[in-house]
């Protein structure tokens, strides 16, 4: 996150002596990003943090190409992905490319035993259904219904759900995930025009501490690769950290809609950006307010990004056909727009209750035999008018 952070002890001074109640020395580790230079924090460790004891196995995971050029609108049925134990095994990656990957989940448990850290991607996890903690080793965060949980790549982490019920919309992004930059001044901070600021991003604040060596498993993900590492000491040994790399949650309700007289363009609702994909939030919202305004979107083509749209709950306007839990692709290249009868069906509506996440990629999207077990086979075809 663009703003300084610190918890636990640290020392006064940087790279300086840090000393224990015993006299020895905690295990000082930069964190740092983008080749030490983008954001980076100095963490303490109570032991070395670079203790492998053996590394176990190595398995592939990458997600198996149905399509690798597609030029079909989709729609998939996210919630017949099945319920799984596991959190790793129960995360489907349904659509990719070299930048990103739409994941979707239902893990039914907590992560007992093991650690997980993804070495290739930020993750940013949409909590759709269910409640927990997420677990990491520079601070926990409670999270619920509708909270966007941003992982940055190296964070080790475990997740704890409250129940078995339990519903997952997460983008993998191998560049770097920001709030969006025409949002922030040259110091960083979000500006007055931004639909959220600081005091909705809620940062670590519980750090975990566990003073253990033993064999602690940690699951590494790197190049689609699964690596079982395992190490001497806990991951979760910091006794304090500060800087701007760390994990943080930002509810989709705390994010404040700009609306207009007439219809406004996508980019208002931009949530998060790298320089390969955005991610928007569509929310509650008033309706446009010109006399003769249309409120459901006009047919739009943005030629070269393919659009991913995740729907969480409410009513959606442009559609009649849309359940949550559902993803829709419209892909680079075609025009996409309201269902018939959507436009006329909208006018002299005042507001909305849709929820819904999109992602819109700039490299088109590979679909997946996961992802392609989902669609309906018609999608396709729903703009047709009717004989
Ligand atoms: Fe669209």
Redesign the pocket.
Known sequence: MPFYHKLGKIPPKRHTQFRKPDGSLYSEQLFGTVGFDGMYSNIYHEYRPTQVKEIVKQYKVAPKIARANNMESLRLKGFNVKPEKDYLSSRKTVLTNSDCSIILAAPQESQKDYFYKNTDADELIFIHKGSGKLRTFLGNLDFKYGDYLLVPRGIIYKIDFDTEDNRLFIVESRRPIYTPKRYRNWFGQLLEHSPFCERDIRKPQELEHHDEKGEFLVKVKKQDDIFEMVYATHPFDVVGYDGYNFPYAFSIHDFEPITGRIHQP?PVHQTFETDAMVVCSFVPRLYDYHPDSIPA?YN?SNIDSD?V?YYVDGDFMSRNDIEAGQITL?PAGIV?GPHPGAAERSIGKTETEELAVMVDTFKPLQVTEDGLKLSDGTYYQSWLEKE
Do not use: Y
Request: no cysteine.
């Open positions: 996508p979107p739009h659009e749209l419209h996409h």
